[in-house]
């Protein structure tokens, strides 16, 4: 059962988790959906929410950086009722609120699920940092890392725990590519070669066939979750590595869960 | 000291602890020392005197001062407490930081009978605000109401010295300074504020001008932090 979401030290304590949250497989599924500033998060998000809102009972939180402005873009894009999109403050902290300190987001997600019980997916929007901002699996149960073509055709070659490992990449804004000197389908082999072909999403919200790979994909996590097959990944903090050293170099790995020292300069 | 650490995850990191809403309502930058020093001698102390209180309650003090007479409940505290805070945005914030609170110490003392207690009460009577979840640690570790009650009040200090380096600039040395300064003028209140044995005792040194900025700011739409 994918518990990762929940705080297990209490669940294990009395099953009874904090603030009455339901047991894991009785809640919603909750999507994160991180990636730098400007890349069309909430336009994804209310992407999603158009797509699937008939079908899916959707919650959203927001963790704007100094506004409520996504939660007011997504409200007023008449995507979803207002009440079930809230803000959360991140104490100009985007990147602790979603790894280092989640508190804030699973109370919102908590009381999202508890208001508008029963709730099929929450979708939590990072506040838009930088390439090594992912969601702790603590928070989240799979999340999708977002780029844009604007943002420049060498991004996703660049790697990182996000680009590599979060469970679905989306290189947004496709239709601005060519107006960006872009080559899409290079960025995509460019991002599914840094993620070892981990699932990547090219998308325009103006394109429908990409919509509905996107969609698909969202259902697909859905369905996984609930069965129980799909267990959070911590995409991590850091992607493997290159090493240059006398000898020619090595690739360091992270992501082996074995203990390891640092004894090497990064 | 860890307890009243901005690093502890139990959600302080987007609290300011009445900082933005000042700043925001137009105090001075070059004021929030004298700031720290008013608050630590007046709102904390009221939060100092829940905790202790709280604490006596659940039974955890171990300085032989005894609890609350019999019939006193934690429902009493918590409406004290709420009577000395009167601003709504201070309330809600301050349950937030609550949840916040409880959820980590129920993990870190799920055995503590102060944890039971609480998560009894919890499901009835609301949400309990970060003072009392604060008390029941106390009592959870029986830490003396006199480092209680320092306790507290370093933990609001702190909590806005972390959120002033985001709001202005200037070396995070010098709030490190404000911080000790604001704790030491808490000093000479401590014996009286860890004597509090009833909801009665709770120090009422509540500031207007506080909960005044306190609901402006939850109205604004561009804010850092909670409150």
Redesign the interface.
């Known amino acids: 059962m994918p518990d990762s979401a929940v705080d297990p030290v209490s669940a294990a304590v009395s099953g009874l988790l904090p603030d009455g949250a339901p047991a894991p497989a009785a809640r919603a599924l909750r999507l994160g959906v991180a990636g730098p500033v400007g890349v069309g998060k909430s336009s994804l998000i209310a992407t999603v929410c158009r797509a699937l809102g008939a079908e899916l009972r959707i919650g959203v939180i927001t963790n704007d950086i100094y506004t409520d402005e996504d939660a007011r873009f997504l409200r007023s894009a008449g995507v979803l009722d207002p009440e079930r999109i809230r803000a959360v403050e991140t104490g100009a902290c985007p990147h602790t609120a979603i790894r280092d300190d989640v508190t804030a987001n699973l109370l919102a997600a908590e009381d999202l699920e508890r208001d508008f019980d029963p709730l099929d997916l929450v979708i939590i929007e990072s506040g838009g940092d930088n390439l090594t901002a992912t969601f702790s699996p603590a928070l989240v149960d799979a999340q999708i890392f977002v780029l844009d073509v604007a943002g420049g055709g060498d991004v996703a070659r660049k790697g990182g725990p996000g680009i590599g490992r979060a469970d679905l990449l989306v290189v947004n804004k496709t239709d601005l590519a060519p107006h960006v000197g872009v080559d899409v389908a290079q960025m995509v082999a460019d991002a599914s070669a840094a993620r070892e072909n981990r699932a990547v999403v090219a998308l325009s919200r103006t394109d429908d066939t990409s919509v509905a790979e996107l969609r698909a994909w969202v259902l697909g996590m859905l369905n996984s979750f609930r069965s129980g097959t799909h267990v959070a990944q911590d995409p991590g903090p850091m992607a493997p590595h290159f090493h240059a050293d006398e000898d020619g170099g090595y690739v360091h790995s992270h992501d082996e869960g074995q203990a390891h020292d640092h004894a090497h300069t990064h | 000291m860890l307890l009243a650490d901005a690093?502890?995850?139990?959600?302080?990191?987007?609290?300011?602890a009445s900082l933005e809403p000042a700043l925001l309502g137009g105090m001075a930058a070059d004021a929030v020392p004298a700031w720290l020093v008013g608050r630590a001698t007046t709102v904390s102390l009221v939060e100092a005197g829940t905790a202790v209180v709280t604490a006596r309650l659940l039974g955890g003090s171990r300085d032989g001062a005894g609890g609350p007479p019999d019939g006193v409940r934690l429902a009493d505290v918590v409406r004290a407490w709420a009577a000395r805070t009167p601003a709504p945005a201070l309330r809600d914030a301050a349950r937030?930081l609550g949840?916040?609170y409880?959820?980590?110490a129920?993990?870190l003392w799920?055995d503590a009978p102060a944890m039971r207690v609480l998560?009894a009460h919890?499901?009835p009577h609301g949400?309990l605000p970060r003072a009392v979840v604060l008390g029941a640690i106390a009592a959870a570790t029986g830490l003396p109401a006199a480092d209680t009650v320092r306790l507290t009040v370093y933990d609001d200090a702190q909590t806005a010295a972390s959120?002033l380096l985001?709001l202005e600039p200037l070396d995070p040395l010098a709030p490190a300074r404000w911080v000790l300064e604001a704790c030491a003028a808490a000093e000479p209140h401590v014996p009286r504020v860890a004597s509090c044995t009833t909801p009665e005792d709770i120090p009422a040194s509540g500031s207007p001008q506080t909960e005044g900025w306190a609901q402006a700011h939850a109205l604004l739409?561009?804010?850092?932090?909670?409150a």
């Open positions: 690093r502890l995850p139990s959600g302080g990191h987007a609290h300011s937030l949840r916040g409880l959820r980590l129920r993990n799920p998560a919890d499901a949400q959120a985001k739409s561009q804010r850092l932090f909670r």
